[in-house]
């Protein structure tokens, strides 16, 4: 994929951010986050352009002007998490650079990310992920961007295989926490159903293998067994073939599967909103709860620090507090005696559990 503009880029800046994006791209780095990056060095080279006449080259980037990009994104409002988005990219950039030798200092050194809120997962209520996990049946689920712009089923294709391949996705999500993007990325070569295992390839396309829940691979084998007398009818299909197809035959995809999710909610009774990512967070947060070591869930998640894992330690805390307060009749005056409070126990626990949102980890 070509990341450059299509007119050879014209100044200093221009060409440093062409070159570091192809060597992002040569790395491993998705396209989706190459594309992201470009997007916030772009904007940043046209602040520069438009604040000091021309875009300077990198080497004369000073901290000041890193700062007055910044202060002009905080001054339209933008969220905490997209400006320190906008400035990772930067820094990205600029340590590039640094390490080829490119320029002498970084511009970025002395400029503080900004402080971001601290917002609790949005988990899935064990009632509403209960329903989801047993299926809800209806029609078939697709999204119509996955199926070429029809909304209507091809011709032989049953609602019931749709049906055992979305639970086979949820028991997936939930049972082994894995990303969306790693879920559709997986091919049918991963699974290993024998030992309870998958391999997944997460971000930086680092391997990993998880295991996953009873559920998810009788999930998974209730859906191999169905599919795989359509799967071979005249297809030829490549030597990694996609575990999860559309009903065209081809792979999922993560905005495809979000659709299929919303879909199966609205089928399933289900009217608090939840994302594929909140499937994994709930996978997280369970564990959590029921004791396991927070280094061991660190390896499941595939995260590359333990800080990022350690925000799912904040919603275990916030359900332990909610059942202090509900429970205790010395609570600071919140807390309820008698039946009321012994009904506000674990159960209103796990419900406070389910608030908030926050970025993806």
Same mark, same amino acid.
């Given at each position: 994929?070509?990341?450059?503009?299509?007119?050879?880029?014209?100044?200093?800046?221009?060409?440093?951010?062409?070159?570091?994006?192809?060597?992002?791209?040569?790395?491993?780095?998705?396209?989706?986050?190459? =594309?992201?990056?470009?997007?916030?060095?772009? &904007?940043?080279?046209?602040?520069?352009?438009?604040? &000091?006449?021309?875009?300077?080259?990198?080497?004369?980037?000073?901290?000041?002007?890193?700062?007055?990009?910044?202060?002009?994104?905080?001054?339209?409002?933008?969220?905490?998490?997209?400006?320190?988005?906008?400035?990772?990219?930067?820094?990205?950039?600029?340590?590039?650079?640094?390490?080829?030798? &490119?320029?002498?200092?970084?511009?970025?050194?002395?400029?503080?990310?900004?402080?971001?809120?601290? =917002?609790?997962?949005?988990?899935?209520?064990?009632?509403?992920?209960?329903?989801?996990?047993?299926?809800?049946?209806? &029609?078939?689920?697709?999204?119509?961007?996955?199926?070429?712009?029809?909304?209507?089923?091809?011709?032989?294709?049953?609602?019931?295989?749709?049906?055992?391949?979305?639970?086979?996705?949820?028991?997936?999500?939930?049972?082994? +926490?894995?990303?969306?993007?790693?879920?559709?990325?997986?091919?049918?070569?991963?699974?290993?159903?024998?030992?309870?295992?998958?391999?997944?390839?997460?971000?930086?396309?680092?391997?990993?293998?998880?295991?996953?829940?009873?559920?998810?691979?009788?999930?998974?084998?209730?859906?191999?067994?169905?599919?795989?007398?359509?799967?071979?009818?005249?297809?030829?299909?490549?030597?990694?073939?996609?575990?999860?197809?559309?009903?065209?035959?081809?792979?999922?995809?993560?905005?495809?599967?979000?659709?299929?999710?919303?879909?199966?909610?609205?089928?399933?009774?289900?009217?608090?909103?939840?994302?594929?990512?909140?499937?994994?967070?709930?996978?997280?947060?369970?564990?959590?709860?029921?004791?396991?070591?927070?280094?061991?869930?660190?390896?499941?998640?595939?995260?590359?620090?333990?800080?990022?894992?350690?925000?799912?330690?904040?919603?275990?805390?916030?359900?332990?507090?909610?059942?202090?307060?509900?429970?205790?009749?010395?609570?600071?005056?919140?807390?309820?005696?008698?039946?009321?409070?012994?009904?506000?126990?674990?159960?209103?626990?796990?419900?406070?559990?389910?608030? +908030?949102?926050?970025?993806?980890?």
């Amino acid at each position: 994929m070509d990341f450059a503009p299509n007119a050879a880029p014209a100044s200093e800046m221009e060409r440093a951010i062409a070159g570091y994006l192809e060597r992002l791209a040569g790395r491993g780095m998705s396209a989706h986050t190459v =594309r992201a990056y470009g997007g916030d060095l772009a &904007e940043f080279r046209v602040f520069l352009a438009r604040a &000091e006449g021309e875009a300077p080259a990198p080497a004369e980037v000073t901290p000041g002007m890193v700062r007055g990009f910044m202060a002009g994104l905080m001054g339209r409002g933008l969220a905490a998490a997209s400006t320190g988005r906008k400035l990772a990219a930067v820094r990205g950039l600029f340590a590039d650079l640094r390490g080829r030798g &490119e320029v002498s200092t970084d511009p970025c050194a002395r400029v503080r990310s900004p402080k971001l809120p601290e =917002r609790l997962p949005r988990l899935p209520g064990r009632d509403d992920l209960n329903r989801l996990l047993a299926g809800g049946g209806g &029609e078939a689920a697709d999204s119509p961007a996955d199926v070429g712009g029809s909304a209507t089923p091809p011709q032989g294709v049953a609602a019931d295989r749709l049906a055992v391949r979305d639970r086979a996705i949820f028991e997936t999500l939930y049972g082994a +926490g894995v990303r969306a993007a790693e879920l559709v990325g997986l091919d049918r070569q991963d699974l290993r159903l024998g030992e309870g295992l998958i391999r997944v390839l997460g971000k930086g396309r680092k391997e990993r293998i998880v295991p996953i829940g009873g559920g998810a691979a009788r999930a998974l084998a209730d859906y191999l067994n169905l599919w795989s007398a359509w799967r071979a009818t005249g297809r030829r299909e490549p030597k990694r073939a996609p575990l999860f197809l559309n009903r065209e035959g081809n792979r999922l995809t993560t905005r495809g599967l979000a659709w299929i999710l919303s879909r199966r909610l609205a089928e399933a009774g289900v009217l608090r909103p939840t994302s594929p990512h909140g499937l994994r967070h709930a996978f997280a947060t369970h564990l959590l709860d029921n004791g396991a070591d927070l280094r061991a869930i660190q390896e499941l998640l595939g995260h590359a620090n333990l800080s990022t894992t350690q925000r799912y330690t904040h919603v275990s805390t916030a359900q332990l507090t909610a059942a202090y307060e509900a429970a205790h009749p010395r609570a600071g005056g919140s807390g309820k005696s008698g039946k009321s409070g012994r009904s506000g126990g674990a159960d209103g626990a796990r419900r406070t559990g389910t608030g +908030g949102t926050r970025r993806k980890a």
